[in-house]
């Protein structure tokens, strides 16, 4: 037997889908333990493991690809599109790092914060394994793992609303405010809209994802829950990117119903019956907590304030300044991020001055940090990601596999959408690029026929 054969039965979906759900899984089920372990000794804070855990997985598991595409067998592996995605992704980190304004620093050295290059290779080998992961079982069991994350950080963000933790927030906090495992309340904001836009998916399509009533009805219930603490977090980014996941199933399922009438017709059913729920929930939080009035009387002095720079917590500022340096740096930007840069590379700029390690604008966060070449990679990564998810719902015969990745869709575009006025952190990201590679298509190049089925992995 071939000796690369050999070893290629090792290097199989099987693994890679163990190996995604165990980062998925793992990573918060460890916060639990380190902010119990807070408990009895102080030195141990929260997120004290994660950035280990993070980079040792980013070495490991780019070692994994490698040894799989080294023990493919020649001629059955076929070059995809999402492969070579996989390469240009690497190729811009790469220049970014050798024409960093200053190079070696990532978010001036914050373990909790930056993202360092083994924290790219976490999310582009999730992205990569996300692809080879075609099994209908391995991604409907994501899902659930998606399900279980939301849950455990949900029962912590629950508990944050009435005061109650853990352990305490390593960043920035406010008094009745969810915040979860993440240890910021927008970092919860982004994991939690991204999550209930999962979850509201799965009940949708409940018939082709549950096999129960009880099932259903338990998620139905769970995601009344999730949306509270998501109101909880008091940031504006979850409205946004809850009304982007509200505008997505609104247009799909209109156009679907006009497409297949009998076939939608449950989805549509279960959907008034969720935003019944959600409707619901916002009036108990409107008449039993402040976060809708604190929202609205914030964004009110703001746009009273009449200084625009201070519009979205100072995110018109920070991004200014970051467009500012654009013209200087555009072909490899200012360094990995490095977007610090944009403020203390500015003339005028003393010690104690405002400034911002993230753009707070994932898109802007790239151009300025990687350079415009390597935005352009990454929304032609988004737009060939969207498109093909979108054939799939429209042409998929099978009802299953369209559902996944209807829901998987919905999932992109509330994170790409909230992700405009947040920020990258890896212990967060790494659920955005594990969906993105569950719905790239498998699209084989220079190949007219059909896609690969599994055994072409």
Sequence with gaps: MDSKSGLGSIFTEKLFYRAVVGLLVGLPVLELFTEIAYRFNNEIHPLYFVPLVL?????LATLLIVLYWFTAVPGKRKLRYSDIF???????MVIAIIFSQNFGSFADGDLYYSENPLHFLVYFSLYLAGTLIENEKYRRNILY???FVALLEGIFGFLQTFDIELSYSVFYHVARTAYGLTQNSNFYAGMCVLFVAGVTGMYIFADQILDSKVKEYALLAFAGFLFYTMLGSRARLAWVGFAALTVFYVI???VMYRKDKDAIKPAVKRTLILLGVYLAVLGLVYFFTDYIREIAVRSYWEVANGDVDKMGSDRIYNWRKGLEQIPKHWLTGVGLDNYRYVFVSCPDYQEGMYLQDK????????MVTQGIPALINYLALLVFTGVGAVKCVLKETSAKKRAITWILLGMLITYVVQSQ?????PYIAIYFWMVIGLITPRTVIGHNKNALNSSDL
Excluded: K, M, P, Q
């Excluded at 996989?86 to 811009?92: G, I």
């Excluded at 753009?359 to 790239?366: G, I, Q, W, Y």
């Excluded at 006025?421 to 952190?425: A, K, L, S, T």
């Design 55 to 59: 980079d040792i997985y980013g070495f």
């Design 86 to 92: 996989y390469f240009t992704l690497l190729f811009f």
């Design 145 to 147: 793992s998606f399900v």
């Design 252 to 254: 799909s399922l209109i």
């Design 359 to 366: 753009a707070h604008n994932e898109f802007l966060h790239v």
């Design 421 to 425: 006025f947040n920020c990258g952190i």
